[in-house]
T-cell receptor, first 113, second 116 residues
Framework: SQKIEQNSEALNIQEGKTATLTCNYT??????LQWYRQDPGRGPVFLLL???NEKEKRKERLKVTFDTTLKQSLFHITASQPADSATYLC???WGTGRRALTFGSGTRLQVQP | DARVTQTPRHKVTEMGQEVTMRCQPI?????VFWYRQTMMQGLELLAY????????DSGMPKDRFSAEMPDATLATLKIQPSEPRDSAVYFC??????????????FGPGTRLTVT
């Protein structure tokens, strides 16, 4: 069956370090993958999109990689700040027309000052 | 600053009652999505519309849930009758589909539903 796995345990890091979050998937052939941030009591907010033919995408302190052979995406936040503390969700677009998104369960990141 | 709005933000109701949730998508977006989020299941897609036409509602319990888009500025999700297991946060999101490719989705603040 199709599955998207994110580390369900919270990731705790020190301010200034690089946070690396993992998204693994099985039995999908995604056209593209997205990363969202969700704060408590709020809806997810789009961060980055990476297509199947792209290896890496950057936006300010954020970097996403996409390895379709390993079926894995890595999400990096460099020079992390306490304000980066949130839950990060990966989502895959797949299926006919590639319109639907399926979300992983998310990884909670806590950046300690 | 365009954003998706949802009403109500919170709803507490008794089992068996009808619940209607409303969503105003961002003007110009041609696709609207309804999701449900729980601790156990995470974020699940219930249904989505493109240009107001329902494209997929396979994630929705058909016997009690219904979703409609009476016009381009309003999407509704109705539960009748509601059950305690429907307790969750319901999110509406809107986005653009261009050349059959869907890009980022913009989420509303959600409706927190509690069914007692």
């Amino acid at each position: 069956s199709q599955k998207i796995e994110q580390n369900s345990e919270a990731l705790n890091i020190q301010e200034g370090k690089t946070a690396t979050l993992t998204c693994n998937y099985t039995n999908y052939s995604p056209a593209y993958l997205q990363w969202y941030r969700q704060d408590p009591g709020r809806g997810p907010v789009f961060l980055l999109l990476i297509r199947e033919n792209e290896k890496e995408k950057r936006k300010e302190r954020l970097k996403v990689t996409f390895d379709t052979t390993l079926k894995q995406s890595l999400f990096h936040i460099t020079a992390s700040q306490p304000a980066d503390s949130a839950t990060y969700l990966c989502a895959l677009a797949w299926g006919t027309g590639r319109r639907a998104l399926t979300f992983g369960s998310g990884t909670r990141l806590q950046v300690q000052p | 600053d365009a954003r998706v709005t949802q009403t109500p933000r919170h709803k507490v109701t008794e089992m068996g009652q009808e619940v209607t949730m409303r969503c105003q998508p961002i003007l110009g977006h041609n696709t609207v999505f309804w999701y449900r989020q729980t601790m156990m299941q995470g974020l699940e897609l219930l249904a989505y519309f493109r240009n107001r036409a329902p494209l997929d509602d396979s994630g929705m319990p058909k016997d009690r849930f219904s979703a409609e888009m009476p016009d381009a500025t309003l999407a509704t999700l109705k539960i009748q009758p509601s059950e305690p297991r429907d307790s969750a946060v319901y999110f509406c999101a809107s986005g653009l589909v261009v050349a059959r490719v869907s890009y980022e989705q913009y989420f509303g603040p959600g409706t927190r539903l509690t069914v007692t």
